[in-house]
């Protein structure tokens, strides 16, 4: 099974800063990996695809990057409704296997 | 716009089986794009994947969960169930539904409904 480490666990900014949000893969997972971001409460909504592909209707703020292991959630500037949590997902080994990380959490300096 | 809608008893007992349904609508459960899935989250805890079912009726479990796991699909309902059986208080959470694009990722969510197991 493909484990998914996410880092920092708990990131603590300011509205207007960047955000910068890691997860690693335990092997390769290509570019196979999705990010979701979740506020309490709520179910989760797919923000980012294939490692770089924004979903439909998310804001240009959010990016993501990085292929192999080492991929990166960036929010350019944080909005007050980007604090959140926000798990990484990977699907290298489709349909089966289906992996989360065990998030990130952004909250408010 | 597609709705999913997640419904079954909020109470289970240990020892007993935990059933879940997902109604689809707004979309056909039958498209060939698609994937359906069921996601649970533990209280305060992350996600976890613990199937998911093709139209056709082709089903893939986390491998963890797979020998207490049974997901089917009614398309003439436009649903789709989970049967996890011999729950212990661990299988406590939230349990969402889910659509997968084939290949790429979860993209329309259900509220989700919590489970509590206990006597």
């Known amino acids: 099974e493909i484990v998914l480490t996410q880092s920092p666990a708990t990131l603590s900014l300011s509205p207007g800063e960047r955000a910068t949000l890691s997860c690693r893969a335990s092997q390769s997972v290509s570019s196979y990996l999705a990010w979701y971001q979740q506020k309490p409460g709520q179910a989760p909504r797919l923000l980012i695809y294939?490692?770089?592909n924004r979903a439909t209707g998310i804001p240009a703020r959010f990016s993501g990057s990085g292929s192999g292991t080492d991929f990166t959630l960036t929010i350019s500037s944080l909005e007050p409704e980007d604090f959140a949590v926000y798990y990484c997902?990977?699907?290298?080994?489709?349909?089966?296997?289906?992996?989360f990380g065990p998030g990130t959490k952004v909250d408010i300096k | 716009q597609l709705q999913l809608q997640e419904s079954g008893p909020g109470l289970v007992k240990p020892s007993e089986t935990l059933s879940l349904t997902c109604t689809v609508s707004?979309?056909?459960?039958?498209?060939?794009?698609?994937?359906w899935g069921w996601i649970r989250q533990p209280p305060g805890k992350g996600l976890e994947w613990i199937g998911s079912?093709?139209?056709?009726?082709?089903?893939y479990y986390n491998p963890s969960l797979k020998s207490r796991v049974t997901i089917s699909v009614d398309t003439s309902k436009n649903q789709f169930s989970l049967k996890l059986s011999s729950v212990t208080a661990a299988d406590t959470a939230v349990y969402y539904c889910a659509r997968l694009i084939i290949e790429v990722a979860f993209d329309y969510w259900g509220q989700g409904t919590l489970v509590t197991v206990s006597s």
């Open positions: 997902q990977q699907r290298s080994n489709w349909p089966r296997g289906l992996t």
């Open positions: 079912i093709y139209y056709s009726g082709s089903t």
């Open positions: 707004g979309g056909s459960i039958s498209s060939s794009s698609y994937y």
């Open positions: 294939d490692a770089s």
